[in-house]
């Protein structure tokens, strides 16, 4: 039994891989969790999970011939399955998409909760395609004006393709008393309930530049305890395995960029 | 030394920032004009990043730091990128060499939306407040503009579920 999570927001800097891996380490407690770089132009999660040395990434999936199998990119770190992608360019042209969707209809039918860490962008079919493969979509949001026209937009995008919103994390937070009360207007416009309201913390800067999820890094900071937050409120709903891996194998071959 | 952890050529020098900004870049990265007819002593750019927003640069060439050194890398055309996550820069991290966050996307770029957008990512000027809140609250209350935000992007998510081939998820 499996849930697919596009963790998504419409323009980079909003703690998206950050929330990513705090999410899948507290969800991590209850279930068994598989977090997936998805955003294959942009190697991001590998620098986050201490991850930059190893030799196997999603890019070996993806090119014809290596004889890699899907089990030799998944690392087993913090409780949880990470799916890295590989820094090399190069690679990354040479890589046939359409085994992207074969690796995560693999990796659902084992897993309960598999998390894609999406593209910070709406700008191109490889970029929108794990919000249309996911169930649902988690938004990760900051409190300004431009991330939550973005998150709209990211929002209308998913429901055009049939992919709800589990909520809406606001990330970032400075002023938690204004950002409350933005929530609660925001809400009229969400379809999904706000998960938390993380703080901004040193500790996830200081995480990302050891290398280690923040729930890992720094478990009592105040930014961790919101996540945490955050995954008891995201209410996991189990989609038969199958339907999930079918709709993966389905799915539509990305452009290169 | 830290080894390079990604590498790729450019169209401009706002796509290398925007890169370094989408991916949340610690450390630092080397911007390389390829277009080396129109460099005179040649080198590259240094700029040092927190979290995607660049904090100091220096021009390798010039020895230039701060605003001097974007005057120095301000070339049209391509750039090589080369990020170094979680490297220590090497551009000293003094006043001389110091930039304000959205400076870069300005003199390299001219590109004024992805100034705005680095200043926002800052932690400076989340320190200090950022955007007000109650403008937040405003544009929040404001539920024509954000119905029209909705409806444009259902209409493009619409045309370009037809092409690019998403005709079988999209939603009537």
């Known amino acids: 039994m499996v849930e697919a999570f596009a963790v998504a927001s419409g323009k980079g800097g909003t703690g998206k891989t950050t929330s990513t891996l705090a999410l899948g380490l507290a969800l991590a407690d209850d279930y068994d969790v598989t977090v997936v770089d998805a955003d294959t132009g942009m190697a991001n999660l590998l620098f986050h999970a201490g ?5 196997v990434t999603l890019h070996d999936l993806l ?9 030799d990119a998944v690392y087993e770190r913090h409780g949880m399955r990470v799916v890295p992608c590989g820094t090399s360019l190069s690679d ?5 998409p359409e085994r992207l969707r074969d690796v995560v209809a693999e990796l659902a039918s084992d897993t309960d909760v598999l998390l894609l860490d999406s593209p910070a962008t709406l700008a191109s079919r490889d970029a929108v395609l ?3 493969l996911a169930d649902r979509t988690v938004l990760v949001v900051e409190p300004t004006i431009p991330a939550i026209s973005d998150a709209l937009k990211v929002q209308e995008y998913a429901a055009s393709y049939g992919t709800d919103v589990a909520g809406v994390l606001f990330n970032r937070v400075t002023d938690g008393d204004a950002v409350d009360r933005v929530a609660e207007k925001a809400d009229r416009y969400f379809e999904g309930p706000t998960l938390a309201a993380v703080p901004e913390d040193d500790a996830a800067r200081a995480a990302r530049r050891a290398g280690e999820p923040l729930l890992a890094h720094a478990p009592d900071s105040d930014a961790a305890r919101a996540y945490r937050e955050a995954a008891d409120v995201l209410d996991v709903r189990a989609s038969d395995a199958d339907a999930v891996a079918d709709r993966f194998r389905s799915a539509v071959v990305p452009d290169q960029p | 030394m830290t080894p390079v952890s990604f590498s790729r050529v450019v169209e401009d020098a706002a796509a290398a920032l925007e890169l370094a900004l989408d991916r949340e870049l610690t450390g630092y990265a080397e911007f390389t004009p390829q277009d080396a007819l129109l460099l005179e002593d040649g080198g590259a750019g240094v700029l040092a990043f927190e979290a995607g927003v660049p904090t100091h640069v220096k021009h390798s060439g010039s020895g230039r730091g701060g605003d001097a050194a974007l005057a120095d890398l301000a070339v049209p055309g391509p750039l090589r990128v080369e990020c170094y996550a979680g490297g220590d820069p090497p551009v000293p991290e003094t006043d001389q060499f110091a ?5 870069p996307a300005e003199r390299l770029a001219g590109d004024a939306d992805l100034a705005d957008r680095t200043r926002a990512a800052a932690p400076s000027d989340r320190a200090g407040g950022g955007e007000p809140m109650d403008a937040v609250e405003a544009f929040l209350e404001d539920d024509e503009k954000i119905d029209a935000i909705r409806e444009r992007a259902r209409e493009e998510a619409t045309e370009r579920a037809d092409e690019w081939g998403f ?3 999209a939603e009537d």
């Not at chain 1, 991850?51 to 030799?55: E, I, S």
């Not at chain 1, 090119?63 to 899907?70: E, F, I, P, Q, R």
Request: net charge negative.
């Open chain 1, 51 to 55: 991850l930059a040395d190893v030799d």
């Open chain 1, 63 to 71: 090119l014809a011939d290596t004889g890699a199998s899907v089990s």
């Open chain 1, 92 to 96: 990354f042209r040479a890589a046939e």
């Open chain 1, 130 to 132: 794990p919000v249309v």
């Open chain 2, 99 to 103: 930039v304000a966050p959205g400076t």
């Open chain 2, 167 to 169: 005709e079988e998820f």
